[in-house]
């Protein structure tokens, strides 16, 4: 499935690159579909992931670079780094406000605004990256996405895929439900109601003091990445061992995001160099991903890392806890329920394919 999804997206890339979305009039010689007038734009987009790190920070440096040489210089992105200008979580505001011209994100931080941005990226034993990415570019996901980021005056383009998350770093065992009672833990969105229903307190933090609270005693345990950042991240120094697999966060959209008027003011050409940049990078991280998270979890473990799965218990509690977590939201919103319903729909129908297509 991944091989020929793959294939469709490097397709799709190779024909919107040579197509002519564009009169021939506005065509320059060395930058096709553009004017004289329209070259050498450069646009600010803070991003929310480190670009020095591993799996979504170097998306974001692959982007910037597909961006100028698709567009052979005619526009660069200058990556701005991590809370420069706005805060992390508040990025599509500062957006939206003109303090940024444009950010690349986690869809879940929009989930402030619009609950149906959980779809996108918190949903606990939602899709994996594969049936996300297929649900965003065969099935109603990307309009649905697209939609919703319209009605908070953004254009939102899916440009990156997130894997797994790894489960949570402990200080202690969690092998049954009962030891999740009175943890202070650091879970956000879904996954926090999740496991206040189990007992525990969930605590949000930035990532950048999640460590050093855990190393001092402060937190009980938590969530931080995926095995390659949080082996980047020097996880592995604490010595506490490392619960697999993420069951909150089994993949996640991350997000091109420009105010719409902006956005519409962009010559043609360029915005179908940045949509067709996107499609590349969520073909790059899917591609990269198994390999990298695997030779992450191997370093983890010979840097001393005990390396462990949660009990059927503990699974089952949280299952059980996320069908009631999930019920509740979409009573309260029907955008999130309408959204959910149709994922599910499309990963069940992708299921019974990939079940009778791969070999026992």
């Excluded at 402060?218 to 082996?231: H, I, K, Q, V, Y």
Aim: aromatic share 8%; net charge positive.
């Amino acid at each position: 499935m991944r091989r020929n999804l793959l294939i469709s997206l490097g397709t799709a890339a190779a024909f919107l690159a040579g197509s002519g979305l564009v009169s021939a009039q506005d065509r320059q010689p060395g930058q096709p579909g553009l004017k004289n007038a329209e070259l050498g734009r450069t646009l600010q987009m803070q991003t929310a992931f480190n670009p020095a790190l591993p799996g979504s920070g170097e998306g974001v440096r692959l982007f910037t670079r597909t961006v100028k040489q698709m567009s052979a210089g005619a526009l660069a992105i200058k990556i701005v780094e991590p809370g420069r200008v706005a805060p992390t979580a508040d990025m599509m505001e500062a957006v939206v406000n003109g303090d940024l011209e444009a950010a690349f994100t986690w869809s879940g931080y929009a989930a402030a605004k619009a609950p149906v941005f959980n779809v996108f990226a918190t949903v606990p034993f939602g899709p994996g990256p594969e049936d996300m990415t297929s649900w965003m570019l065969e099935g109603d996901g990307g309009r649905i996405h697209r939609a919703a980021y319209e009605k908070l005056g953004v254009t939102g383009i899916p440009c990156g895929m997130q894997g797994a998350k790894g489960g949570g770093w402990f200080r202690g065992d969690v092998n049954t439900v009962a030891d999740f009672k009175g943890q202070r833990l650091r879970y956000g969105k879904m996954a926090a109601e999740v496991i206040a229903r189990m007992g525990a307190t969930p605590v949000l933090l930035p990532p950048g003091e999640f460590f050093w609270k855990l190393q001092q005693g402060n937190l009980d345990g938590g969530e931080m990445s995926t095995p390659a950042m949080d082996a980047a991240l020097g996880f592995d120094k604490l010595g506490l061992p490392y619960y697999l697999p993420g069951w909150q966060q089994p993949s996640a959209v991350l997000d091109f995001l420009m105010r719409k008027d902006k956005w519409a003011a962009l010559p043609a050409a360029l915005r179908s160099q940045i949509e067709t940049a996107c499609q590349a990078n969520i073909a790059w991280m899917l591609g990269r991903a198994p390999s990298v998270q695997a030779i992450a979890l191997e370093k983890l473990k010979s840097s001393g890392v005990v390396v462990r799965t949660w009990s059927a218990d503990v699974l089952a509690a949280f299952r059980r806890n996320t069908d009631i977590v999930l019920k509740e939201q979409a009573e309260r919103d029907p955008d999130f329920a309408a959204a959910l319903a149709n994922q599910r729909a499309f990963v069940q129908q992708a299921a019974g394919w990939r079940t009778l297509s791969r070999l026992p």
